[in-house]
């Protein structure tokens, strides 16, 4: 585990000083909630899974308190819920880290790895955390799949990849072509997107039934 305040490849170090916003934000959860994980977020699932997942960031009370990326708030429900059925995860999911639930060919790797004040990251934290994506998706030697949850998601994705997101327009149920890598865009799997009606559990699953049917 990288020393306190360091900065590893693929993973920042607990007490990591890249952006002030953020490091602020944290030592005030650590002083109120001394007992959650309130550090950055480590990806989770295997290396060599083929297919990865790119969310935004951690939730205050979701991955900020128990460390799991989506563990313990509404937007894992539904997307723990759709691993398990199309076999991307196993075991059962109860929203805490040392549960039974284990992700198959499927790694989880949030955009930028520190809860965000109201869950939204500046375009500047965004673009300082990249580096971390970069080096995650570089330890991917299998990759063939990426499902992007939100534009902010697929456009630090593409930016991660070189790309510019300007020839890859995001929209729920797009796919994209990127070499060897197929991109896929789903609206994310927030309370918000699915009180709104925004995003349907249907409107999910069918995102995740056509990586299932890429991969085979």
């Known amino acids: 585990m990288p020393a306190a305040g360091s900065v590893s490849l693929a993973e920042p170090g ?31 699932g295997p290396n060599n899974a083929r297919l990865a997942i790119i969310g935004l960031a951690p939730g205050l009370q979701g991955a900020n308190r128990t460390g799991r990326p989506f563990t313990g708030d509404w937007a894992g429900d539904l997307l723990y819920e759709t691993l398990i059925g199309f076999e991307f ?8 880290p040392d549960d039974t639930l284990r992700l198959v060919d499927c790694r989880i790797i949030n955009g930028v790895r520190c809860v965000p004040p109201e869950n939204k990251p500046t375009g500047p934290e965004i673009n300082a955390c990249r580096p971390f994506l970069t080096a995650s998706l570089a330890e991917m030697p299998n990759l063939r799949a990426v499902v992007a949850l939100g534009r902010i998601a697929h456009e630090t994705f593409l930016r991660a990849c070189g790309e510019r997101p300007a020839r890859f327009t995001f929209a729920h149920g797009a ?7 197929t991109l896929f865009d789903s609206y994310h799997c927030s309370r918000y997107n699915t009180n709104t009606g925004r995003l349907t559990p249907e409107m999910f699953r069918a995102v995740f039934k056509d990586v299932r049917r890429f991969l085979g």
């Not at 995860?89 to 805490?96: D, K, L, P, V």
């Open 14 to 44: 607990r007490n990591c000083p890249l952006c002030p916003r953020l490091v602020a934000f944290r030592h005030k959860a650590r002083e109120q909630h001394p007992d959650w994980h309130n550090a950055p977020v480590p990806g989770f």
């Open 89 to 96: 995860a196993t075991g059962i999911y109860e929203e805490r």
């Open 175 to 181: 796919r994209h072509t990127l070499g060897n890598i």
